[in-house]
């Protein structure tokens, strides 16, 4: 994945936690890296090593880290660095939700060797619809749900979702039945 991930995740754990914690949790999932290039490419593998080491370091479920780096990926990140490309993918909640499944074309353009998660949305109604969640890399549910939770709180839309088929229990891919309004 490209550094901005890693550099985001480093983000939330200095900012949360501190530099010395960062510097411990580097160590312990064998990261020799002291800047994270944004539009460089680095292994998915060194991501998972930092989430997990992470989750041991701080004490915490990875699913909780991956919740909470969703929220952070969507309030700091996305909205600080790439604040006109959110502001065109949509008015409201609905609306973004609506146009998700075309947002990583446009960050290919910044991003040209991005392998994107691809979306679609379907039973859209006025304050439902279900998202469902394709990619090759395993383990992001719970990164998905802190993304739309982030969502809902940027567009300042009380929202729910909830996972009505999995890929890591046998499903196709992941879907996530959300509700606001
Ligand atoms: C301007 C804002 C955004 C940028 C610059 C961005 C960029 C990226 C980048 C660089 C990756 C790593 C993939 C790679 O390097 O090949 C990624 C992955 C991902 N992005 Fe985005 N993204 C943005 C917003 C969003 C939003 C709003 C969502 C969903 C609500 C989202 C969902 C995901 C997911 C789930 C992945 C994990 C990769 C996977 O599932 O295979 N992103 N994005």
């Known amino acids: ?5 890693n550099k985001a995740v480093e ?3 200095v900012s949360n936690f ?6 411990l949790i580097k160590e312990k999932a064998g990261v020799d890296v002291d800047v994270f290039i944004s539009n460089e490419a680095y292994p998915d593998d060194m991501t998972y090593k930092l989430v997990g080491a992470a989750s041991e370091v ?12 969703g929220e952070h990926w969507v309030l700091q990140t996305a909205s600080k660095s790439y604040g006109p490309m ?22 290919a353009m910044i991003y040209p060797n991005l392998e994107p998660p ?6 859209v109604t006025e ?3 279900h998202l469902h969640y394709h990619s090759h890399r395993p383990g992001l549910t719970a990164f998905v749900t802190g993304l739309i939770q982030g969502l809902g709180k940027l567009y300042e839309t009380p929202c729910s979702s909830k996972t009505i088929a999995r890929k890591d229990e046998g499903a196709d891919h992941d879907v996530f039945e959300v509700t606001w309004g």
């Not at 994945?1 to 991930?5: A, R, T």
């Not at 993918?89 to 973004?96: E, I, K, P, Q, V």
């Open 11 to 13: 983000e939330l754990v």
């Open 127 to 129: 304050n439902s619809l």
């Open 1 to 5: 994945m490209y550094g901005l991930v």
């Open 118 to 123: 691809r979306f679609q949305c379907t039973d």
């Open 18 to 23: 501190g530099e010395e914690k960062w510097e």
């Open 58 to 69: 701080l004490g915490l479920p990875a699913e909780t880290i991956l919740v909470v780096f």
């Open 86 to 107: 959110m502001k065109s993918s949509g008015t409201s909640f609905r609306d973004f939700l609506v146009n998700l499944p075309n947002f990583h074309t446009r960050v």
